[in-house]
């Protein structure tokens, strides 16, 4: 086949065709829907019409019957009594003609047969069972029985007559809404059919035209771009069908001779990625090698180098303590300035071996209780805290998990930091605390200390940097920075809050349990429901436990409540002074 290159699009087709359809269907439906209505309505005058109309025909009927035969009874028996039945057949039959006549509007017909029978029993009743019950209650059963003749009950039954017309009418007005039903129900049906004949034609025939205009014209073209992509990069496209695939095909041929001229460009950036590979594999075995020169440098700062440094610290301390006071003023300043130095060495490059091994020798994460870490805490510094006057406390705190030695030794820094670093006259008072902030724990040191300044907030996790001289605060700088390392290695940011009236906030966060998570999201979703109390709107805060200050002070051991407490180590409240 050639090209088609003019004609309707595939669009415009598929529009047409759908359109045609639609039109259809819409003017089908319509029609459906008319009819339905019309069903409807014939359904209801035969369901809330016809069918209580000869229910109360019947009912009327009745009521009749009923003043009829009370009437006779009355003048047989003369007791008042039996006409009881007469005055609630009167009623009974006024309000089943009220009834009926609510339903007449669309039956004319049937409306002059009632009023015939209403005549026919206003008549009977003025000349037949007034007068009855006038005269016996006058003079008695027997003048009463001697108006009860057979021209009485002649009357009588024109009044029965009467209602058997309205009753036969009343059939008549059914049977022809019944036989409306049925027609328009036909009528429906056949609707249904020609929609039904309409979209199977539809359907044939897009399917027919999909065939021939979509899925040929496609498969073509698939063929085509399997022979290209097997390797055959020269064989042209060329597409059959309507302008777009016309138009597709002109593109993927388009494409294969852009594929075919960047085949060169191809091979070449190949031939360059090799070589970046070989580059950086050499270079990542420079790095091996360098790591393990790291090491061998670090266990030589551990051993080789400190042994010296200890033997000159040993024997200047060894000068200091034999020849103090024998010497000069300025000698035992210059030996004490040689052991400060050497002890300051010492402490310089265990840091710095310190601040090397978090996260290189690893021991593996557990399930770590920071209450037990924070035992631990108070054990190491209790020398620093008796001397300070320290009082160290803490709430309950999580269990993460993460690695037991690093989080001691984090906590233990920004403890003895805080302790360290405390304003003159005024007992250091330092407490941690803990609070879930979405999934992770936030952990808060704050202290009563000098405080730090915004501008240097983010100084001061740097590596030996200081704000203050060593003669002011002793130590070397570098804390904080394995700190901030060891709040990272576990997963965690930390920061200084600068928002704080006094002191200094350290905070830092720590990965929290699943258990823990989904704890606190039950806990919430229960303050939420709507049966329980709703607590005081506190903006948009995050959802945070924290629990309170526990102590297992040896000489008072009471929880916030006033209730004895017997708990771990890591509960505790450590005042020192």
């Not at 108070?378 to 030695?405: H, K, S």
Request: hydrophobic residues 40%.
């Amino acid at each position: 086949m050639k090209p088609v290159v003019g004609g309707w699009s595939l669009r415009r087709r598929v529009i047409t065709l759908l359109t045609v359809v639609g039109v259809l269907l819409i003017g089908l439906a319509t029609a459906e829907a008319a009819m339905a209505a019309r069903n409807r309505t014939q359904i209801d005058a035969i369901l809330n019409q016809t069918g209580p109309l000869r229910v109360q025909s019947q009912e009327l009927l009745n009521a009749l019957l009923d003043q009829e035969t009370a009437v006779r009874g009355y003048a047989v028996s003369g007791k008042p009594a039996d006409l009881r039945p007469y005055r609630e057949g009167l009623a009974q039959e006024q309000n089943v003609v009220g009834a009926m006549r609510a339903l007449l509007d669309d039956y004319p017909q049937i409306g002059q047969e009632l009023r015939i029978v209403e005549e026919r029993a206003g008549q009977w009743r003025q000349s037949v069972a007034e007068p009855v019950i006038a005269i016996t209650e006058r003079s008695g059963t027997r003048a009463g029985q001697a108006l009860v003749t057979d021209q009485a009950r002649q009357q009588f039954d024109q009044v029965r007559s009467a209602v058997g017309d309205l009753q036969q009418e009343i059939l008549v007005a059914r049977e022809k809404a019944a036989a409306a039903v049925r027609s328009s129900s036909n009528i429906l049906v056949v609707l249904l059919i020609v929609a039904a004949l309409v979209v199977v034609v539809a359907g044939a025939v897009l399917l027919l035209s999909l065939d021939r205009m979509v899925i040929r014209p496609l498969t073509g073209l698939a063929t085509q771009v399997r022979e290209v992509a097997e390797g055959d990069y020269q064989h042209r496209i060329a597409t059959v069908g309507p302008p777009e695939f016309i138009r597709l095909g002109d593109d993927v041929d388009a494409m294969r001779q852009k594929i075919a001229s960047d085949l060169a460009e191809v091979r070449e950036a190949r031939e360059r990625i090799e070589w970046v590979n070989s580059q950086l594999q050499k270079q990542a075995e420079e790095l091996t090698r360098s790591n393990r020169d790291l090491e061998q440098f670090a266990y030589v700062a551990s051993h080789d180098l400190q042994e010296p440094l200890r033997k000159v610290a040993s024997f200047c301390q060894l000068l200091q303590r034999r020849y103090a006071g024998q010497l000069d003023e300025r000698a035992d300043q210059y030996i004490a300035f040689a052991v400060d130095g050497a002890q300051r060495m010492q402490r310089l490059i265990n840091d710095l071996l310190a601040f090397s091994r978090i996260g290189r020798l690893t021991t593996g994460f557990t399930e770590v209780d920071l209450n037990k870490v924070l035992g631990d805490v108070a054990g190491q510094t209790e020398a620093a805290r008796q001397y300070a006057d320290a009082e160290l406390t803490w709430t309950e705190m999580p269990v993460i998990r993460g690695e037991e030695p690093l989080l001691t030794n984090l906590l233990a820094n920004l403890v003895s930091n805080s302790i360290k670093f405390r304003r003159a006259d005024v007992p250091p008072k330092v407490h941690v605390s803990a609070r879930l902030v979405g999934t992770e724990w936030e952990i808060t040191c704050q202290d009563n200390g000098i405080g730090i300044e915004p501008e240097f907030a983010d100084k001061i996790f740097v590596i030996f940097q200081r704000l203050h001289s060593k003669d002011a605060y002793p130590g070397t700088g570098i804390g904080l920075a394995i700190v901030k390392k060891i709040v990272e290695y576990h997963g965690g940011r930390v920061w200084v809050d600068t928002d704080v009236a006094e002191g200094t906030a350290i905070r830092f966060t720590l990965p929290a349990l699943p258990e823990d998570v989904e704890a606190a999201a039950a806990a919430a979703a229960a303050v939420d429901s709507p049966e329980q109390p709703q607590p005081p709107a506190t903006g948009d805060a995050p959802v945070s436990t924290e629990a309170p200050e526990q102590s297992t002070d040896p000489d008072r051991r009471d929880r916030a409540d006033g209730a004895p407490e017997s708990g771990r180590t890591g509960d505790m409240r450590e005042t020192v002074g």
